[in-house]
């Protein structure tokens, strides 16, 4: 069992969640964060005052998957995920952490049967 921790662009979302339901893969965690990485932030001007906008909106997904699904969720995400052909700067990140044991509230149940 692994967790996907994903960070993407906001507005690639519907594309990630599209691709994600093409490999079956339904079931998932979506947080809004904000983040500072190599797009190194951008300036905005409000009310005429220019102001330095230094942590920019992004999308976090968690996704628990056994074994067998984690290469199709990554190729999923990096697809939907990517801008364009190659992709640009600050389109994300995806990491996969290993996962000891998943419980299910409901009935209890552990580990691969209650993802």
């Known amino acids: ?3 996907i921790v994903a960070i993407i662009q906001p507005a690639r979302l519907e594309a990630v969640k599209a691709a994600l339901s093409r490999v079956e893969v339904f079931r998932l965690t979506l947080m809004d964060v904000q983040g500072f990485g190599r797009q190194k932030g951008h300036t905005e001007t409000y009310r005429g005052h220019e102001l330095s906008v230094n942590l920019l909106r992004k999308v976090r997904l968690e996704i628990a998957v ?8 990554i190729e999923a995400i990096v697809e939907g995920g990517r801008s364009g052909e ?7 990140k995806v990491f996969v952490l290993p996962m000891d044991d998943c419980v299910r509230i409901r009935t209890g149940e552990r580990g691969n049967e209650a993802i």
Do not use: A
């Open 1 to 3: 069992m692994k967790l």
């Open 66 to 73: 056994n074994d067998d699904f984690v290469e199709p969720t």
């Open 86 to 92: 190659k992709g640009e700067i600050g389109d994300g």
